[in-house]
């Protein structure tokens, strides 16, 4: 190790400053690289610098904590040390390597500093979303203080951590413990034992906040509130900081997490140079060379299983050659890849690059140094590879996103990206480790095949727009607060002064007497309620699940370990979705079977096996919507948007074998034996007005499909005159799923949808005399859809049009109610994605409104009038452009109850 | 186990009958003395309770083959007692009459003390916040209004107690009391109340406790108590598990007597088990057998060699207290008995740790203090509650001496108890301590304090208190007989317990789990 490497994560300046000026520009790139290339597939961006924006340390700092320190502080860190010092909690949001963790550091010291004056002391809990993370920030903490000359001891306490004697000496003597979200919802049980270091706390740091989404930050929003509530025992009040990448949202997404108001700082005063940006769409693949067409490359990440025309050469093939060349032409770079194996596979083919292009590349030693990185290797392994990386002994390396988050590997002269990393927020985190101080940087985005890739490629200004997306994280899930209730109650018995606090009045009184009704809890607020369950409630809590339960990821027996897919525990609705029995899934490039399921044992599991096929599996779902109760509504022009609850029943119910090269199906409706999923969620759903409908019927009624798919499942899009408006809502709701990703945190396969004639037979219908029965709920999805075409039947009116959005798992994860308020930048976005795809077909492509996981195959799907729907939601056309028909001609064809989801 | 007036009824799981060795469902037989024995549903398990009538000397039944009356039938238990026994909630609500019938017959010398069904159980759906009673709408159609009935069913857990209001017309829930122990009252007229306990297992700490023991009189149940049947036979002895009890009865070795007949060497020889593992299964069956407590170490016992420590015993409002309202202190020196007790604003937690503190560090400042299982309950909240509530006095606290005997015995493993748990009153009871018999447990008196918080409603200050002096007391005498127990004679044997093996009876792990634990 360079012991006295005096950077921390964050420190200016190169840690060579002996490099010249950047190395290889843009243009010189387009110009050296060994192949013919059609202009079109490439654009050049230029992103200027920033210059260096500073205030003198004793203007900020006590003079014991200024005088060691050898650069100024920058302008935000500044502003975040005088933000900490008014006692105002902060998120601090700013590039990669812009000196944040010095910000906490500094507080850190201070605090100590002026604790041990007063004779007291003062503790930190430093919280990251990684265990690598923890250590690595450990030892850069240590080495920070040690530079400060100050005696502050930082410690790591999590999983790892040698339990009894070395875990009591921490929690008695560190000043700084270290740790995760999964610790903290542990050891919050034992509070009593933590009392020493939870009395002193000042400061509760939450590094990488921006992680902390959906179903994962739910859960760790309600693992702070249980903290701040013990800490609120023990008499402590600490602040807040927490660091996050750039995303839309910082001080909402902060607050949501520690339920008190925020202080955000995003001018960046760290200096930046200047940066190309290039979009890189590889070159068209000839025709003949199918068969060098590689199955491991096929998809870019575990969900992505492209059945797409694929007529580009894979993001997986171009990327390592570009890493080989900006090596050879002396540029220290960083590949992204989206799985090991994918990092492991680039420097073979980066190799392999230079071999075949000897002629070009005559020395071929030169920028050869270059290696893997994921988190499969030992600690060593990576320790070894960042002080090489830091040092300049490396040329190059190819890693997964494990190097996205704050680990120390100094700066790169350029990065690559092997595919478009689904976020802006993750994007340029990533371009970010490229750029040494003031020097040019060099980007470069190789592009694959998938929608949200090409869309970037063909719309390079999405990257430069100064938003980025909202990270979504949502407090109002009852299952998953429920369950955190029981662990409160387990920490410290419930009162009267948790209303409010912890919940509001109403839901905090709802659940303890569903608790009560249960027998796991007991007591009366006014008095105290304490949880009586089973032991350990915090045990049951999936920080992956909404449930609790959650399914743990197995080898099967006899498999080499070296194949564990340390994948993160699963939540049932996935696996039913993608983790049935026989199912084959791609995880980090590597392809896995499905061998076995376990739902009943009390821990269930689901079992893998590595395999090599040349298929995929694809699940076939049927998905209807009941009982949607709207909570709120507003107009977009004459649409009516609604936001509200509702019961999704999903049936997962056979699925395909699909062939990775024709995408072409093997085998057909397989059954999964999977039983039905009923999730309470919730959704938001559009209306749309009579009058559009009745014109967008009328042109398109001449749409018909070609019948071949006889498959007899009852569900077969009927020949009707309503079959082209229908498809184009089945297409704009395939499509605004699929680019809520560009202007929100969420996980597409997270959402579900659902394009309907009918919207009135899904929502809740007036109670009837006997309708209080318990059993009313349809328990399959057949009788669901049943149930749905007698509501159609019976309606007296009209029902309207359009289609639902909904979260796919139970209680929902608050992303519908992010599209229903984000609506119309989802429909632009969604609108710009069909109307620009160059697929030239009615029923569109992959990259436009085709989804694998339709539930209806992907039929009716019409592109054009999604469009007309989504400009008249839009306004983008006059009113007079459409001729709306006169009203419903009496006698007229009633509408089928036709639905896809 | 006292004579009983009423009937005790025993109520087992298939799965602790099956795969168990005869004599342990013997020996569970002989300790509990059950009246009738409820082999629990709802699935059907013709296979378990033909063993269970096999095995057990008094009526038994398994309500899914209760077919000969029809969907209900009716089961005495003794004592002139009896129960309706509902096949299930399909057959109730086929003909609910029948139930009707069945709880006003009067041609019967008896009407049943309470109904049985065990696919009456609670469903949780935390997405609406709501916990719905399977069966609700049959058992109000079926049911009696303005009374309440007792329905008691394996669904539900055993430490299940609630009551619950139904409309008799939908049985759509008005309302749920949850202290039925405190008050148990019907909610009119047009309301069918039904008073819902469990029988069913307990999850705790190391596994879970799935016999329960259910005393009843004319007025219903009375208690119910839990163990498990790895408390019984060969299993109850240290290191015995069901695997080595199955090979120990492979080889007739099916009692404690016959094991302690067996050679150490050949115990020896059984997989997993070895010299020292034989050694310890003879002394704990030993222990078992004779009820002498054995010490295995050559540890002083804790505050053993100077005045012997104060027995100490809290009593909360509750698993995560708020306040702990009664501090009791037993000193065996003079064998006198101090409570402190808030009676009078149950707001202030301070008051009554005060004068604790007051009268500990004045008159007895140099003395150790003993509980048992201490650490994960009295000292742990003690503590805490000090350093809140009374911090001048958190420095003197932190000095004082404190012992868990629990912990000294059963957690590292120093001396083997007798007694068919780990809970005071079992081990204290088998070595020959005679109770107060207040009757009452520690969820009790939590309820009953946080009514008194409540309402005003005055304890019965008397009993509680003699409750608490009742474990003070106990827990001296089991001290006091460890004291007087045979040290470890080979004192190369000084290895604690192991960690399989490391509980010598029931419930392992030993964190609280229940008020009623301990």
């Known amino acids: 190790m360079n012991t006295d490497d005096t950077a921390d994560e964050d420190a200016i300046g190169p840690a060579d400053g002996n490099r010249g000026d950047v190395p290889i520009t843009g243009d010189e790139l387009l110009e050296t690289f060994p192949r013919y290339r059609d202009d079109e597939d490439v654009s050049v961006l230029e992103i200027p610098g920033r210059e260096a924006s500073t205030v003198p340390n004793d203007e900020v700092l006590r003079p014991e904590l200024a005088g060691p320190l050898e650069q100024d502080l920058y302008a935000h860190q500044a502003e975040a040390l005088a933000a900490l010092e008014r006692d105002e909690n902060v998120c601090v949001a700013t590039s990669t390597s812009s000196g944040k963790t010095r910000i906490y550091a500094l507080e850190i010291a201070r605090n100590v500093l002026e604790a041990r004056a007063r004779g007291e002391r003062s503790t930190a809990y430093v919280l990251y979303p990684t265990k690598a993370l923890s250590r690595d920030q450990e030892r850069e903490l240590n080495d920070f203080f040690e530079q400060l000359g100050l005696d502050i001891s930082v410690r790591v306490y999590d999983g790892d951590t040698d339990p009894g004697e070395t875990r009591r000496q921490i929690r008695e003597e560190a000043d700084v413990i270290i740790s995760n979200f999964a610790g903290v919802n542990t050891y919050l049980h034992d509070h009593d034992r933590w009392a020493r270091f939870l009395s002193s706390c000042e400061l509760v740091v939450i590094d990488e906040s921006h992680t902390y989404t959906g179903v994962h930050g739910m859960h760790v929003a309600w693992v702070l509130r249980r903290l701040k509530r013990v800490l609120e025992y023990y008499g402590a009040d600490p602040q807040f900081a927490l660091t996050s990448a750039t995303i839309g949202n910082p001080g909402e997404h902060s607050s949501a997490l520690i339920d008190e108001p925020v202080t955000v700082v995003d001018e960046d005063g760290s200096p930046a140079g200047p940066r190309e940006l290039v979009l890189w769409n590889p070159p068209a693949r000839a025709r003949a060379d199918g068969a060098d067409s590689d199955s491991t490359t096929t998809g870019g990440s575990e969900d992505e299983a492209d059945d797409a025309v694929v007529d580009r050469v894979p993001a997986s093939v171009e990327a390592p050659k570009l890493l080989s060349h900006l090596c050879y032409h002396d540029a220290q770079t960083l590949l992204f890849t989206p799985s090991r194996k994918l990092s492991e596979l680039s420097i073979r083919r980066a190799s392999t690059h230079r071999r075949d292009r000897s002629r070009y590349y005559t020395n071929p030693d030169r920028g050869s140094e270059i290696e893997p990185y994921h988190a499969g290797h030992s600690r060593t392994k990576r320790h070894g590879t960042e002080h090489r990386l830091k040092t300049g002994a490396l040329d190059g390396v190819a890693s997964t996103n494990a190097l996205e988050l704050g680990i120390n590997v100094g700066e790169m002269d350029a990065t690559v990206q092997l595919g478009y990393p689904g976020q802006r927020q993750s994007f340029w985190q990533q371009i970010g480790r490229a750029g040494r101080g003031t020097k040019r940087a060099l980007s470069v985005l190789v592009a694959g095949h998938r929608t949200l890739d090409q869309y970037v490629a063909n719309n390079p200004d999405y990257l430069l727009e100064t938003d980025v997306e909202d990270a979504v994280v949502d407090v109002d899930n009852d299952a998953v607060f429920a369950r955190h209730l029981l662990c409160a109650a387990d920490e410290l018995a419930l009162e009267e002064a948790d209303t409010g606090a912890f919940a509001g009045r109403e839901r905090l009184e709802g659940a303890v007497e569903m608790w009560r009704r249960a027998g796991r809890l007991a007591g009366h607020l006014e008095t105290g309620v304490s949880y009586v369950g089973p032991p350990r409630p915090q045990g049951s809590i999936s920080l992956y699940a909404t449930s609790g339960e959650e399914y743990v990821v197995e080898l099967a027996d006899g498999v080499d370990e070296r194949h564990d897919p340390e994948m993160e525990p699963l939540a049932e609705e996935r696996v039913l979705r993608d983790f049935h029995e026989g199912a084959i899934r791609l995880h980090e490039g590597q392809q896995y079977e499905v061998v076995g399921v376990d739902h009943d044992s009390p821990r269930p599991t689901v079992t893998l096996r590595p395999t090599d096929a040349d298929c995929y599996t694809r699940t076939r779902t049927d998905v209807t919507v009941l009982d949607a109760v709207p909570e709120e509504s507003r107009e977009i022009g004459d649409f009516a948007l609604h936001f509200g609850r509702g019961r999704v029943l999903v049936y997962h119910g056979t699925y395909d074998r699909v062939d990775v090269d024709s995408g072409d199906p093997k085998e057909q409706g397989i059954p999964t034996e999977n039983p039905p999923l009923s999730i309470e969620t919730q959704l938001c759903w559009l209306e749309v007005p009579d009058r559009v409908e009745r014109a967008l019927v009328e042109r398109y009624r001449e749409f018909s499909l070609e019948d071949e798919d006889g498959d007899g499942d009852g569900n077969e899009p009927a020949a009707t005159a309503h079959l082209g408006y229908a498809g184009g809502l089945h297409a704009a709701e395939h499509a605004t799923i699929g680019v809520a990703p560009l202007e929100l945190m969420v996980d597409k396969r997270d959402l579900g949808g659902l394009a309907t004639l009918s919207i009135d037979s899904h929502l809740e219908r007036e109670r009837g005399e006997n309708g209080t029965t318990g059993e009313r709920a349809p328990r399959n999805v057949a009788a669901a859809e049943a149930t749905v075409r007698e509501i159609a039947d019976g309606l007296e009116h009209e029902p309207k049009s359009g289609w639902f959005i909904y979260d796919g798992i139970d209680g929902g994860l608050g992303f519908s109610r992010a599209i229903y308020e984000n609506f119309e930048a989802v429909a632009e976005r969604a609108r710009e994605l069909i109307a620009d795809c160059d697929c030239g077909r009615v029923d569109g492509c992959p990259a436009c409104v085709m989804d694998d996981q339709c539930g209806n195959d992907n039929q009716p799907l019409h592109r054009e009038a999604a469009v007309d729907v989504l400009d008249r939601l839009l306004g983008n056309e006059d009113r007079e452009a459409l001729e709306a028909p006169a009203e419903t001609e009496p006698g007229g064809d009633r509408r089928p109850p036709l639905f896809y989801s | ?518």
């Open chain 2, 1 to 518: 186990m006292t004579s009983h007036a009423g009937a005790r009824l025993l109520a087992l799981p298939p799965s602790a009958v099956l795969g168990r060795p005869a004599e342990t469902l013997a020996d569970v037989d002989a300790t509990l003395e059950p009246d009738a024995v409820w082999l629990l549903g709802p699935e059907r398990e013709a296979r378990a309770f033909a063993r269970t009538r096999r095995e057990f000397d008094t009526p038994a039944f398994h309500p899914p083959l209760e077919t000969n009356d029809g969907p209900v039938s009716r089961q005495a238990l003794g004592a002139g007692l009896e129960v309706a026994v509902v096949r299930s909630i399909r057959a109730l609500r086929a003909s609910p009459a029948d139930v009707s019938r069945a709880l006003s017959d009067t041609r019967s010398s008896s009407t049943p003390i309470a109904v049985v069904c065990d696919d009456v159980t609670t469903t949780t759906r935390p997405t609406a916040l709501e916990t719905t009673l399977e069966g609700a709408a049959e058992l109000a159609a079926a049911l009696p209004t303005g009374r309440v009935t007792a329905v008691l069913t394996g669904g539900l857990p055993a430490d299940y107690d609630e009551l619950w209001h139904l409309e008799a017309e939908t049985g759509a829930v008005r309302a749920v009391e949850h202290e039925p122990q405190l008050e148990c009252e019907p909610a009119g007229d047009d309301c069918v109340s039904v008073r819902v306990r469990g029988v069913g297992p307990v999850e705790g700490y190391g596994g879970s406790a799935s016999l329960a023991v259910l005393e009843l009189d004319e007025t219903g149940v009375t208690t119910v108590d839990t163990s498990d049947t790895s408390n019984f036979g060969l299993e109850a002895v240290t290191g015995i598990g069901p695997k080595t009890a199955k090979r120990l009865a492979d080889s007739e070795v099916t009692t404690r007597a016959e094991l302690l007949e067996t050679p150490i060497d050949e115990l020896a020889d059984y997989p997993g088990v070895g010299r020292d593992g034989a050694r310890r299964m003879h002394r704990h069956a030993t222990v078992l057998e004779t009820n002498e407590p054995r010490r295995l170490t050559g540890e002083s016992l804790p505050g053993e060699g100077g005045r012997p420590p104060l027995c100490l015993d809290i009593e909360t409002d509750g698993l995560s207290p708020t306040i702990l309202w009664q501090i009791g202190v037993y000193d065996p020196v003079d064998d006198s008995y101090r409570a402190f007790v808030e009676r009078d604003d149950p707001d202030d937690p301070a008051p009554v740790l005060e004068s604790f503190c007051d009268w500990l560090f004045a008159s007895h400042p140099d003395r150790a203090l003993l509980t048992w299982n201490g650490w994960r309950f009295d000292y742990r909240h003690l503590g805490s509650f000090v350093t809140r509530h009374v911090p001048y006095y958190a420095d003197e606290w932190e000095s004082v001496p404190k012992f868990d005997l629990y912990d000294w015995a059963v957690r590292e493993g120093h001396a083997l108890l007798p007694g068919r748990t780990n809970r005071l009153d079992d081990v204290a009871g088998a070595l020959g301590y005679e109770g107060g018999g207040t009757g009452l447990d520690g969820a009790q008196t939590a309820a009953a304090y946080q009514r008194f918080v409540r309402t005003g409603e005055e304890l019965d200050w008397d009993r509680h208190e003699a409750y608490c002096e009742d474990d003070c007391r106990a827990l001296w005498h089991v001290y006091d007989r460890l004291r007087g127990a045979p040290r470890a004679a080979d004192p190369s044997d000084t290895s604690p317990a192991d960690a399989d093996g490391a509980t010598p009876t029931g419930t392992s792990g030993g964190e609280q789990t229940g008020l009623g634990d301990f």
